[in-house]
């Protein structure tokens, strides 16, 4: 067995900030729009956001392997004309992530908009505020547990991918190889005492995330009741 | 002068229905608007503030809020507006709530003194009462000085001792502003002692439009005083019947001569009504 490399865990991190922070800044318009939209396209692009939890990882992993590789018009433009390579590569799994993950971030924050009073954002507008001012001072403050769930979701669920991972990034040390697809190669070669402690570091780290997520909730929500 | 002349398609619990209404206000006015629920008094108030579409026109002291069409947002209308669930803004205390609205601190506490509040500014919505977190809502709904103040049904969450209180911080602030206030209500007494005018609203159409007293006192001629309540039953007492009336949260016994009975059906709508000794049902 060799010296135990925490190389894996780094990168799958660093992936996941990134694409939390992308989806971030993606999900907040788009979930507030959906939560106040009555446009008759709504269900169709509630459907679109949330086909990477209904699709196999295989099946996203493939479009977008082929999306961004050279074959397609997209990949040849983006290569020939910024000489950008997307696949096989950190920057092809930050964009295969963020479609796989999209759902994870816009979901509970429209989730959270929903629920908020109207009332109270009507009050906002007829205090002479507009939307934006709106969204970021009263109704984002007022969805700290969505938020929360959004954001650490998000980020856990793009630790725990492996699939997508693993067809557009493949595995190259230091560039792809994050700690899901680390684990499946050591149990490919059978280095299961490797593999044990590599699985034991992820249910230790994901269980620690989500009981903060659950405990931070239950504080918030007696905070935040209304008597 | 306030001019409304507006129109629009309701979709209310008894299926299809138009709001249609033309009226006057003017400034400085109190007006009550009442009325069955699914009437339409909510919309109104809510195409008001600009919060619904409707076609028509709405004219205020010479600006025009609907055109038609042409509505102006409700951020451009200068109103208050008071919810029947206060809607505080949960993620602020009491003074940021009314700062919120307006960065205008010397209005703020004197809003807050006024109400007897002033104790309270470091509060969080969430840890006041239903009648506290009213007051706070109407002090916040007057921080921008607003050329009309909306209030739909304020105090109707609340219990009676706290309505009293209420009705007299509405009134303190309705004198002290001489804010232009459109309020609904179902509370004859609260109508009573808060507005100048009554507007009563049945099936999206104003029925009756009035002073309060020529409104809610139904008195006619020689008649001392009238109640109108609901009958539940009419029970056979040897020659004479009984009927048992519900008018509000009272149940009372009127005596029915035989020959009059089958003039009444169970579950109607009666006047009851006294001359001088003997109380009639008609």
Known sequence: MNELNFEP??????????????????????????????????????????????????????????????????????????????????????????????????????????????????????????????????ALPNIKPALLTALIITFAHTVGEFGVVLMVGGSIPGETKVASVAIYEYVEVMDYKSAHIYSAIMVALSFLVLLGVYMFNQHQNRRLRVI | MIKIDIDKKLHGSNGEMALQVNLEIKQGDFVALSGQSGSGKTTLLRILAGLEKASGEINVFGTAWLDGKKKLPPQERGIGFVFQDYALFANMTVMQNLLYVQKDETLANHLL??????????????????????????????????????????????????????????????????????????????????????????????????????????????????????????????????????????????????????????????????????????
């Open chain 1, 9 to 138: 865990f780094f990168l799958s991190f660093r992936l996941a900030a990134t694409v939390t922070f992308i989806l971030f800044l993606i999900a907040l318009p788009l979930g507030w729009w959906l939560s106040q939209t009555k446009n008759r396209f709504k269900p169709m692009i509630e459907a679109v956001v949330s086909l990477p939890i209904v699709l196999p990882p295989s099946v996203l992993g493939f479009y977008i392997l082929y999306a961004l590789s050279y074959n397609s018009p997209f990949g040849s433009f983006m290569n020939e004309y910024f000489g950008i390579k997307m696949v096989f590569n950190f920057t092809g799994l930050v964009i295969a992530s963020c479609f796989y993950s999209f759902p994870f971030m816009v979901q509970p924050l429209q989730g959270g908009f929903e629920s908020l009073n109207k009332n109270m954002l009507e009050a906002s507008y007829i205090a002479g505020k507009g939307k934006i001012k709106t969204l970021l001072h009263v």
């Open chain 2, 113 to 282: 003194e006024l109400t007897q509040l002033s104790e309270l500014k470091n509060r969080y919505p969430n840890t006041l009462s239903g009648g506290q977190q009213q007051r706070v809502s109407l002090c916040r709904a007057l921080m921008k000085r607003p050329k009309i103040l909306l209030m739909d049904e304020p105090l109707s969450a609340l219990d009676p001792d706290m309505r009293t209180k209420l009705q007299h911080d509405i009134l303190t602030l309705h004198k002290e502003f001489g804010t232009t206030t459109i309020m609904v209500s179902h509370d004859p007494s609260e109508i009573y002692r808060l507005a100048s005018r009554v507007l009563v609203l049945e099936q999206g159409k104003i029925t009756q439009d009035g002073t309060t007293k020529e409104v809610l006192l139904h008195t006619r001629g020689s008649q001392k005083f009238t109640f109108s309540g609901e009958l539940l039953e009419i029970i056979k007492a040897d020659v004479i019947y009984i009927a048992v009336v519900a008018i509000g949260q009272q149940i009372v016994e009127v005596v029915v001569d035989s020959h009059e009975v089958k003039n009444f059906t169970i579950g109607q709508k009666v006047q009851v009504s006294t001359k001088a000794f003997s109380p009639s049902l008609s």
